[in-house]
């Protein structure tokens, strides 16, 4: 594994699964701040979950220290979805979320990335809509949440 690049992760290791889990944990719950959530989801995946998913999970490394990791959904009929994008709150602002994000991208190898997240999550919307993600749909949940869908086409060679 090459320092400064994303790699993928072996997530149905019970280690890696548990590196994985404790980021998103802390980087969900300064999500769940941000956005003045008490109750939410995508820091209650277990371990168990973690490695039962069928995605493909990248991570990003910073002084041997699981810093990002990004989760990549595949479907052979739909477009490739970023099921997950979370960096430890200690490494914000290091261009983490960019690299993985980059590499999702062309790891999707050429197909249509879609990606959801709160609307009020400014910084994540800012850097999908730098990548070319555009706003496909709007939906309210669990009262007053709202949630943006984003669609990434990729741009002919």
Request: proline letters at 4%.
């Amino acid at each position: 594994m090459a320092a400064n690049r994303p790699f993928r992760l072996d997530h149905i290791d019970l280690k890696i699964a548990r590196e994985i889990r404790r980021l998103m944990i802390s980087s969900y719950g300064e999500e769940a701040r941000l956005l003045g959530a008490v109750d939410f989801p995508p820091s209650k995946r277990s371990v168990a979950h973690i490695r039962a998913a069928r995605s493909v999970f990248y991570g990003f490394r910073h002084d041997g220290i699981l810093a990002g990791v990004g989760e990549l959904e595949r479907d052979e009929n739909d477009p490739a979805n970023i099921a997950s994008l979370a960096v430890d709150p200690r490494f914000f602002r290091m261009g983490i979320g960019t690299k993985l994000l980059r590499h999702i991208i062309a790891k999707s190898k050429g197909r249509a990335v879609t990606v959801s997240t709160a609307r009020a999550n400014r910084p994540a919307i800012d850097l999908y809509r730098k990548h070319g993600f555009k706003l496909m749909r709007k939906s309210k949940v669990e009262g007053k949440l709202i949630i943006v869908f984003l669609r990434r086409v990729p741009t002919a060679a």
